[in-house]
């Protein structure tokens, strides 16, 4: 027992500080591509040695239609090793309302051996997509993110926000960040939120995965189960688009083909960050 | 038969068997010094596995399927065992015919391949004859009958939602008894998967698991992929072992295409799946200590797991390794400042886990609750084939790392900690004998870093080749085999993640145990569910 004390005391306050000190990033992290349009000369090569076809082309006679859709973006790097058009930021916080605001557009004009001539039209939702990521809560540290979530949260579920989390067909990475949550270090419990073990004392899903064919009724009794208000965030490209698995004879993919979703949080998996601004904006929509 | 590269450990065992054998093997084919491939007809298999079993001291890793009518007109089963002492593999292959689709079960003679021998009747659609309990395991028992690994069955056929039932559990029984179901949804945050407990007041009579619940097709999504999208499923297959899982990939593609990463990028590979080892370690010591309610461990715990994320992401871009592995190497070099805070995790973590070890031995309720609880007994682990940590506290002493040397482990020793109580004190123990060593050999690594190529270009491997690729993850042996196509792509790719192995020995541990005491015997196995459905 005086060890455990010692050693609480000597350890000292691990928790996240934020704004008081820097938020934690490294110069090498990952987060969402951004893609120069104007510029991009080329979209094939990117297509081809993408994963998950969040960079796709489809061209009909004189011009290429290019999405990219983040939802399916697993942050591998890949398109930007290959393509100088496109650059690994360091942003994770991606999360969004609306399922099309995650999907760009763009059209060009193609040359004889199939390069972009120019830019025709788009790239639509792109512009929104910035929006979704920086008007909101992008810069924000963990600790006020947290406080923000508190204070919506207790206007809307009277004191704080509780969460099931279900895992509908996951490999278990994005579980990995869920449970980081409740480290010390990013300590969510002292923001009123608690991870609950039935979804009766929910009020927010939290659901990764692709939804498996063995999962689907499960999700849906889970859903059926919680409350309302209640609320949906799918977590990872696989719940958000069904990612590298996509829809097949074992998976039914994005969490929003089995139950309706009100936010998407795109990553692979989302870090803790990530996860906590995801979770505001869904408190956000319904406050 | 020709002996032409075959390795001069292997040699012996294969002169032997051609002796004992005589006539009775169609072809010899080496591929690689240390994987050697005998064709034989099905009446074979029994004394073939029991012969190299009980003289040399093989064991039978894994027993699959592949769908060569294109090729062949037949089915293929693959029964490949692992000779350690002798560091190769040995697998024997034997033709089934699509006229008479059936298959004689082994499982009688070796338990341990009990699943992937149901495995392959719900996948590949070949009866078993003669197996003790034959019902589905890989496909619920809902499904319609669809054999999806075989190649007329498309990848994308849309299956009518679940109805009907899951699984017929077996009944059991008597005065008192009664049934405690639990999931798939379970009460934390983890992976669904259905345990039916059977008990008489407090102890567990018998345990039964439904599993496959997040079964995603992944295998047969591997032949559609072209091969270097394989690396990125991979990483998919179990989130706590992206690496080593991608890693395994891009070794069997590279014995497949006959190359070799480079030594740098292969030191490399060791830092990570140490890393990768390391972080998952640490959290498991914690969850043990969480499951007993000692939580104040646990705090510590996920604390230094946090640490080592953080350094995972500094070094390779994210916070589980995912990116970092690559066909013909790894994609990102570390530069003198990655390598600066890489040393201090390692001098950060030493006392760190040092003092987190004592809290826990220090306290005496914990150690209560851990010793004698969940005991898998040797000789149980050994007919199971159970492997890794589980197996290791169970005095079942293998370690790929040691005895199929991969990534750069052939330039360390490695000492493989053996236990034999097989309780969960003793997982744990595993586990904290191998944070210690995993400490050291990331320092020997960097110490011992050389210069050069971070990667080799693999180009289009050309069709029909075969090869296992292995790699010893944190959890246990990882295995995945290859059959290539033409195009860059795969024919057949099996993956053998060590939970498929050790769940059989989780119902074994918990017998006679207390309900209330499952959680925490469980964490001491922590299988992945992911890595078993696919
Ligand atoms: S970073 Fe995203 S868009 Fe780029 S290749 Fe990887 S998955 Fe595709």
Redesign the interface.
């Given at each position: 027992m005086p060890?455990?004390l010692t050693?609480?005391l000597s350890?000292g306050i691990?928790t996240t500080r934020y704004p008081d000190t820097p938020a934690?990033a490294?110069p090498?992290?990952?987060g969402r591509p951004e893609i120069d349009w104007p510029k991009w000369n080329d979209a094939r090569s990117a297509a081809a040695?993408c994963?998950?076809a969040a960079i796709a082309c489809n061209d009909a006679a004189q011009t290429r239609t290019v999405t990219f859709d983040l939802a399916k973006c697993?942050?591998?790097?890949l398109c930007a090793?290959t393509d100088k058009a496109i650059r690994?930021s360091n942003v994770c916080e991606c999360a969004a309302r609306h399922r099309n605001r995650l999907v760009a557009t763009a059209q060009y004009g193609l040359n004889e051996d199939g390069t972009h001539r120019q830019l025709i039209a788009g790239p639509d939702a792109a512009t929104a997509m910035h929006d979704a990521v920086s008007s909101a809560t992008r810069n924000d540290s963990i600790e006020s993110l947290g406080r923000q979530i508190q204070s919506r949260a207790a206007r809307l579920f009277g004191r704080s926000l509780h969460i099931r989390?279900?895992?509908?067909?996951?490999?278990?990475?994005?579980?990995?960040?869920?449970?980081?949550l409740?480290?010390?270090?990013y300590d969510i419990e002292r923001f009123g939120i608690h991870?609950v073990?039935?979804?009766r004392h929910a009020d927010m899903l939290l659901v990764t995965?692709?939804v498996?064919?063995?999962?689907?009724?499960?999700l849906k009794k889970?859903y059926d189960a919680t409350p309302e208000p209640r609320l949906v965030v799918a977590v990872g490209a696989?719940g958000c688009s069904g990612?590298?698995?996509g829809?097949?004879?074992?998976?039914r993919g994005a969490v929003d083909t089995v139950i309706p979703v009100d936010v998407y949080i795109p990553g692979?998996?989302p870090?803790p960050q990530a996860l906590l601004h995801g979770i505001l904006m869904a408190i956000e929509r319904t406050a | 038969m020709n002996l032409f590269g075959v390795s001069s450990e292997l040699r012996p065992v294969v002169e032997d068997l051609n002796r004992r054998f005589e006539g009775r093997f169609d072809a010899l084919v080496t591929p690689r010094l240390n994987e050697v491939y005998f064709h034989a007809a099905m009446d074979l298999v029994p004394g073939f596995c029991a012969h190299l079993c009980r003289k040399w001291k093989a064991r039978l890793m894994t027993v699959f399927a592949d769908d060569a009518r294109a090729g062949h007109g037949v089915f293929h089963l693959y029964y490949a065992l692992v000779l350690d002492d002798l560091h190769g593999l040995l697998v024997l292959r034997v033709p089934v015919s699509p006229e008479t689709p059936e298959f004689a079960a082994l499982t009688n003679a070796i338990p341990a391949v009990n699943w992937q021998e149901r495995e392959i009747q719900d996948w590949f659609g070949l009866k078993l004859i003669g197996h003790p309990n034959p019902r589905r395991c890989a496909l619920h028992d809902d499904w319609p009958a669809v054999h999806p690994l075989r190649k007329d069955f498309n990848l994308d056929t849309v299956l009518p939602p679940f109805q009907g039932e899951r699984h017929k559990f077996r009944p059991v029984e008597g005065e008192g008894v009664f049934q405690v179901p639990v999931g798939p949804v379970h009460a934390g945050i983890i992976e669904p998967g259905h345990f039916l407990f059977s008990v008489a007041g407090e102890p567990v009579l018998y345990l039964q698991l439904r599993l496959f619940y997040v079964h995603k097709g992944t295998e047969k999504l591997f032949e559609r992929l072209p091969i270097p999208h394989g690396v990125r499923l991979a990483e998919s297959i179990s989130g706590d072992s992206s690496f080593a899982h991608a890693t395994a990939f891009c070794h069997a593609i590279e014995r497949a295409a006959g190359a070799q990463a480079p030594q740098r990028a292969r030191m490399l590979r060791s830092v990570c799946l140490e890393l990768e080892r390391l972080y998952n370690h640490v959290a498991d010591v914690g969850a043990i200590c969480t499951d007993v309610a000692f939580v104040t461990a646990n705090m510590h715990a996920m604390r230094l797991k946090e640490q080592i994320l953080r350094v995972n992401e500094h070094l390779t871009g994210n916070r589980l390794l995912r990116g970092m592995a690559c066909l013909g190497g790894v994609r990102f070099d570390w530069d003198a400042d990655q390598i600066k805070r890489l040393n201090g995790l390692v001098n950060d973590l030493r006392p760190e886990f040092d003092s987190l070890v004592q809290l826990v031995e220090g306290s005496s309720s914990t150690l209560d609750r851990l010793d004698t609880t969940g005991i898998l007994k040797p000789e149980v682990a050994r007919d199971l084939g159970v492997v890794g940590i589980a197996g290791r506290a169970s005095g079942f002493a293998h370690d790929l790392r040691r005895d199929l040397p991969h990534a750069a482990y052939d330039q360390v020793r490695i000492r493989v900690p053996v236990h034999q109580v097989g309780d969960v004190r003793h997982r744990l123990q595993v586990r904290v004998d191998e944070v210690r060593e995993s400490l050291a050999l990331i320092q020997t690594f960097i110490a011992k870093l050389p210069g050069g190529p971070l990667r080799i270009e693999i180009g289009e491997v050309p069709p029909d080749r075969v090869a296992f690729g292995y790699v010893e993850g944190w959890r246990g042996e990882i295995f995945h085999w290859i059959r290539t196509a033409p195009n860059n792509r795969l024919a057949r790719c099996r993956v053998k993640d060590p939970s498929l192995q050790n769940w059989p020995a989780l119902s074994e541990a918990v017998l006679d145990n207390i309900v209330p005491d499952f959680p925490v015997i469980n964490k001491s196995f922590n299988l992945s569910y992911s890595g078993t459905d696919r």
């Amino acid at each position: 027992m005086p060890g455990i004390l010692t050693k609480s005391l000597s350890t000292g306050i691990v928790t996240t500080r934020y704004p008081d000190t820097p938020a934690h990033a490294s110069p090498h992290t990952r987060g969402r591509p951004e893609i120069d349009w104007p510029k991009w000369n080329d979209a094939r090569s990117a297509a081809a040695v993408c994963p998950t076809a969040a960079i796709a082309c489809n061209d009909a006679a004189q011009t290429r239609t290019v999405t990219f859709d983040l939802a399916k973006c697993v942050f591998c790097g890949l398109c930007a090793d290959t393509d100088k058009a496109i650059r690994m930021s360091n942003v994770c916080e991606c999360a969004a309302r609306h399922r099309n605001r995650l999907v760009a557009t763009a059209q060009y004009g193609l040359n004889e051996d199939g390069t972009h001539r120019q830019l025709i039209a788009g790239p639509d939702a792109a512009t929104a997509m910035h929006d979704a990521v920086s008007s909101a809560t992008r810069n924000d540290s963990i600790e006020s993110l947290g406080r923000q979530i508190q204070s919506r949260a207790a206007r809307l579920f009277g004191r704080s926000l509780h969460i099931r989390e279900v895992d509908a067909g996951s490999c278990n990475g994005c579980e990995i960040e869920i449970v980081g949550l409740t480290s010390p270090v990013y300590d969510i419990e002292r923001f009123g939120i608690h991870f609950v073990a039935s979804p009766r004392h929910a009020d927010m899903l939290l659901v990764t995965g692709p939804v498996t064919r063995n999962m689907e009724l499960a999700l849906k009794k889970t859903y059926d189960a919680t409350p309302e208000p209640r609320l949906v965030v799918a977590v990872g490209a696989c719940g958000c688009s069904g990612g590298i698995f996509g829809v097949n004879y074992a998976t039914r993919g994005a969490v929003d083909t089995v139950i309706p979703v009100d936010v998407y949080i795109p990553g692979c998996p989302p870090n803790p960050q990530a996860l906590l601004h995801g979770i505001l904006m869904a408190i956000e929509r319904t406050a | 038969m020709n002996l032409f590269g075959v390795s001069s450990e292997l040699r012996p065992v294969v002169e032997d068997l051609n002796r004992r054998f005589e006539g009775r093997f169609d072809a010899l084919v080496t591929p690689r010094l240390n994987e050697v491939y005998f064709h034989a007809a099905m009446d074979l298999v029994p004394g073939f596995c029991a012969h190299l079993c009980r003289k040399w001291k093989a064991r039978l890793m894994t027993v699959f399927a592949d769908d060569a009518r294109a090729g062949h007109g037949v089915f293929h089963l693959y029964y490949a065992l692992v000779l350690d002492d002798l560091h190769g593999l040995l697998v024997l292959r034997v033709p089934v015919s699509p006229e008479t689709p059936e298959f004689a079960a082994l499982t009688n003679a070796i338990p341990a391949v009990n699943w992937q021998e149901r495995e392959i009747q719900d996948w590949f659609g070949l009866k078993l004859i003669g197996h003790p309990n034959p019902r589905r395991c890989a496909l619920h028992d809902d499904w319609p009958a669809v054999h999806p690994l075989r190649k007329d069955f498309n990848l994308d056929t849309v299956l009518p939602p679940f109805q009907g039932e899951r699984h017929k559990f077996r009944p059991v029984e008597g005065e008192g008894v009664f049934q405690v179901p639990v999931g798939p949804v379970h009460a934390g945050i983890i992976e669904p998967g259905h345990f039916l407990f059977s008990v008489a007041g407090e102890p567990v009579l018998y345990l039964q698991l439904r599993l496959f619940y997040v079964h995603k097709g992944t295998e047969k999504l591997f032949e559609r992929l072209p091969i270097p999208h394989g690396v990125r499923l991979a990483e998919s297959i179990s989130g706590d072992s992206s690496f080593a899982h991608a890693t395994a990939f891009c070794h069997a593609i590279e014995r497949a295409a006959g190359a070799q990463a480079p030594q740098r990028a292969r030191m490399l590979r060791s830092v990570c799946l140490e890393l990768e080892r390391l972080y998952n370690h640490v959290a498991d010591v914690g969850a043990i200590c969480t499951d007993v309610a000692f939580v104040t461990a646990n705090m510590h715990a996920m604390r230094l797991k946090e640490q080592i994320l953080r350094v995972n992401e500094h070094l390779t871009g994210n916070r589980l390794l995912r990116g970092m592995a690559c066909l013909g190497g790894v994609r990102f070099d570390w530069d003198a400042d990655q390598i600066k805070r890489l040393n201090g995790l390692v001098n950060d973590l030493r006392p760190e886990f040092d003092s987190l070890v004592q809290l826990v031995e220090g306290s005496s309720s914990t150690l209560d609750r851990l010793d004698t609880t969940g005991i898998l007994k040797p000789e149980v682990a050994r007919d199971l084939g159970v492997v890794g940590i589980a197996g290791r506290a169970s005095g079942f002493a293998h370690d790929l790392r040691r005895d199929l040397p991969h990534a750069a482990y052939d330039q360390v020793r490695i000492r493989v900690p053996v236990h034999q109580v097989g309780d969960v004190r003793h997982r744990l123990q595993v586990r904290v004998d191998e944070v210690r060593e995993s400490l050291a050999l990331i320092q020997t690594f960097i110490a011992k870093l050389p210069g050069g190529p971070l990667r080799i270009e693999i180009g289009e491997v050309p069709p029909d080749r075969v090869a296992f690729g292995y790699v010893e993850g944190w959890r246990g042996e990882i295995f995945h085999w290859i059959r290539t196509a033409p195009n860059n792509r795969l024919a057949r790719c099996r993956v053998k993640d060590p939970s498929l192995q050790n769940w059989p020995a989780l119902s074994e541990a918990v017998l006679d145990n207390i309900v209330p005491d499952f959680p925490v015997i469980n964490k001491s196995f922590n299988l992945s569910y992911s890595g078993t459905d696919r």
